[in-house]
C-alpha cells in the first residue's frame, strides 16, 4: 500500500511539473522565441541597421534617460518616504501607506488623462505653465513625471521591510558616540538598508523600461524626439515597420531579463552573506 501511495504521488508530481513548464513555455520561452526569429529572422546585420537607425536611437536614448530619472528621484525620495513610514507615527500615516501602493492599482492610461487634465490644453494647470513658459505636456517634464508615478512603490517597498527589520541601535549608537545625522546614514543606515535599495531600483529600471501607456498619452509620440522605445514599437507596429518593432522589441526585452537575472544574482549574495550569521 505505501509502495501504491509512493508511485500515485510520484505520478503526480511529475504530472505538475509537466504542466508548470508547458505554461511557462507558453506565457514565456514561446513569445520571447518568436520575438527572437522576427528581430534575427534575417541575420545579424540587418539587427545592427535598424539598431542604427537615427530614431531608434532616439527612442533607445529617450528611454535611458527616463529611466535614469525615475531611478534618482524615486531611489532618493523613495527610501525619505519609507523612513517616514517605518520611523515616525503622524496622522493620515495609514492613509499615505495606502497612497503608496496607488500606482499598482491605477491604470498607466489613467496617469496619462490625469496629467493631461493638469497640463494639457485647458488643464487645470495650463495658465500657471504657459505663464512661466514651461512646456510640459507632450513634452520632457510630463514623461519624466508619468515614469516617476508608475514605478514610485518599488523603492519603498523594498526599503520599509529593511528598515523595520534592521531598528534604530546602531543609529542610536553611532549618534552617542558623536556622529552627525549625516555621517550615521551613510556609514550606518545606508549599508544596512543597500540590499533592499538595489532591489527597489533595479525593479524601477525593469517599470521605467516597460512603461507605455502614461507615456503614450503625454508624449505626443514625436519621432526622435519624444518617442520612448515602446512608443516607437508601436509606431512601427502601425507603419508596417515589423523589422523596426522586433528589433526594438528583442531589446527591451533583454533589458528586462538581464535586470531580472540581475536582481536575482543580488538576493543569491545577499543570502550567501546571511548564512555564515545564522
Do not use: C
Amino acid at each position: 500500500m505505501a509502495e501504491r501511495a509512493g508511485g500515485g504521488k510520484g505520478r503526480v508530481r511529475v504530472v505538475l511539473i509537466g504542466v508548470a513548464v508547458l505554461y511557462v513555455g507558453a506565457l514565456v520561452l514561446l513569445p520571447v522565441g518568436s520575438l527572437l526569429r522576427g528581430a534575427l529572422g534575417g541575420g545579424l546585420r540587418p539587427f545592427v541597421e535598424v539598431l542604427a537607425r537615427p530614431d531608434v536611437l532616439a527612442a533607445l536614448v529617450m528611454t535611458a534617460k527616463l529611466t535614469a530619472f525615475a531611478v534618482v528621484v524615486n531611489g532618493t525620495l523613495g527610501t525619505a518616504l519609507a523612513f517616514v513610514l517605518v520611523r515616525d507615527r503622524f496622522v493620515g500615516k495609514r492613509v499615505l501607506h495606502a497612497l503608496v501602493d496607488v500606482p499598482f492599482a491605477l491604470s498607466p492610461v489613467a496617469v496619462g488623462v490625469v496629467l493631461l487634465s493638469l497640463f494639457g490644453k485647458g488643464g487645470l494647470l495650463r495658465p500657471i505653465t504657459d505663464a512661466l513658459g514651461w512646456e510640459v505636456a507632450f513634452a520632457w517634464p510630463a514623461m519624466a513625471m508619468a515614469t516617476a508615478f508608475v514605478t514610485l512603490p518599488f523603492v519603498v517597498r523594498e526599503v520599509g521591510p529593511v528598515l523595520e527589520e534592521m531598528g534604530t541601535d546602531q543609529e542610536l549608537a553611532a549618534y552617542t558616540l558623536g556622529a552627525s545625522p549625516f555621517v550615521t546614514f551613510f556609514r550606518v543606515t545606508l549599508p544596512g538598508i543597500r540590499w533592499g535599495l538595489a532591489y527597489g531600483t533595479t525593479l524601477t529600471m525593469a517599470r521605467a523600461i516597460g512603461e507605455f501607456g502614461a507615456v503614450l498619452l503625454v508624449s505626443g509620440g514625436i519621432a526622435g524626439k519624444t518617442e520612448t522605445a515602446t512608443v516607437f514599437v508601436y509606431r512601427a507596429l502601425e507603419d508596417r515597420d515589423d523589422r523596426g518593432a522586433y528589433v526594438v522589441a528583442t531589446v527591451l526585452a533583454l533589458a528586462s531579463i538581464g535586470l531580472l537575472l540581475l536582481l536575482d544574482v543580488m538576493r543569491r549574495k545577499r543570502g550567501s552573506r546571511a548564512e555564515p550569521g545564522r
